[in-house]
């Protein structure tokens, strides 16, 4: 008997009754990986494992992409409006990842500048002093970068309200799959530059009240986590200790310890933003290889 790839439906033969089909397990696999994203977002402020469940949640919809089910199904529909609309999201969220990168890289490099310096403090205060001023110009700088990125991914997100889609039930359920990724994959990538600029418990409870509005689950009561810091946040108040005042051995060993833990914050995201690059690659090629079929 075949197995609908979406939703229940039933079929009926002349001589015999037929069970309704079942959904095809890649719907609910899905959806609990949708669902553990969401809860994880309420439970955890650390962002790293999420882009593991990112990883799962895109998987999960490239093997419902390739089955020969879905691509009938997009074959009916491919010329609607939603194909380019979900084109031009996955294209926005691409460009979102380039500019997390680019932000995590330069701080990067500023890290290993200043901790490069403060092993040779003995050689001179006034090198020091260089290299954290140096360092806050360029963190202003990235932050003015990320607050431009993030108007930009605030603005897909206001216009989450797709084109509607004709009256064809099946091909509302997957576009709608697709519709949910962009939306959370959206979510975490917002989380991420609020915490590389410092604004992550301003944006977290509007980001996923507009997921949970989406997919049609029952909104989640957040409650708002006890105020801390980003290891970012934690570097930059180290070092507007030492700035302009002489030094303090307490105050250096401070700053090399926060950079030290910045230092595997920003590889550890680094990985998990490339990871997600790759997804988000493979997902549109798959998408614009079937609407192009």
């Not at 593991?52 to 949640?57: C, P």
């Not at 309200?161 to 975490?188: C, G, Q, W």
């Not at 926060?258 to 595997?264: Q, T, Y």
Request: proline residues 3%; glycine residues 4%.
């Amino acid at each position: 008997m075949a197995v609908s790839v979406l939703k229940p439906k039933a079929n009926y033969h002349a001589r015999s009754i037929s069970l309704p089909s079942r959904p095809h397990p890649l719907v609910p696999q899905f959806d609990e990986q949708l669902c553990k994203l969401q809860a994880s977002e309420v439970t955890s402020s650390s962002i790293s494992p999420k882009f593991s469940g990112l990883k799962d949640l895109h998987d999960c919809v490239d093997n419902l992409l390739f089955l020969p089910f879905t691509q009938q199904i997009f074959a009916r529909t491919r010329h609607e409006k939603w194909a380019d609309e979900l084109l031009e999201g996955s294209l926005s969220l691409l460009d979102a990842c380039g500019a997390a990168k680019q932000a995590l890289l330069q701080t990067k490099d500023h890290v290993t500048e200043l901790e490069s310096s403060l092993r040779r403090i003995r050689r001179g205060e006034c090198r020091i002093s260089t290299k954290v001023e140096k360092y806050l110009a360029s963190r202003k700088r990235v932050i003015k970068a990320i607050h431009k990125t993030l108007k930009n991914l605030k603005g897909m997100k206001n216009k989450c309200s797709f084109s509607p889609l004709n009256t064809d039930s099946e091909a509302l359920s997957i576009v709608s799959k697709l519709r949910e990724m962009e939306m959370v994959t959206l979510t975490v990538l917002e989380s991420l530059l609020s915490s590389i600029s410092g604004s992550t418990m301003r944006s977290k409870a509007r980001s996923w009240s507009l997921v949970s509005k989406l997919i049609h689950h029952k909104q989640v009561a957040c409650e708002e986590e006890a105020a801390g810091l980003t290891d970012f946040e934690k570097v930059d108040s180290a070092l507007n200790t030492l700035k302009g005042k002489s030094i303090n051995p307490v105050h250096v060993e401070k700053v090399q310890n926060e950079l030290g833990k910045l230092d595997s914050t920003i590889q550890d995201l680094e990985e998990g933003v490339e990871l997600l690059s790759r997804r988000l690659m493979k997902t549109r090629v798959s998408l614009l290889n079937i609407l192009n079929h």
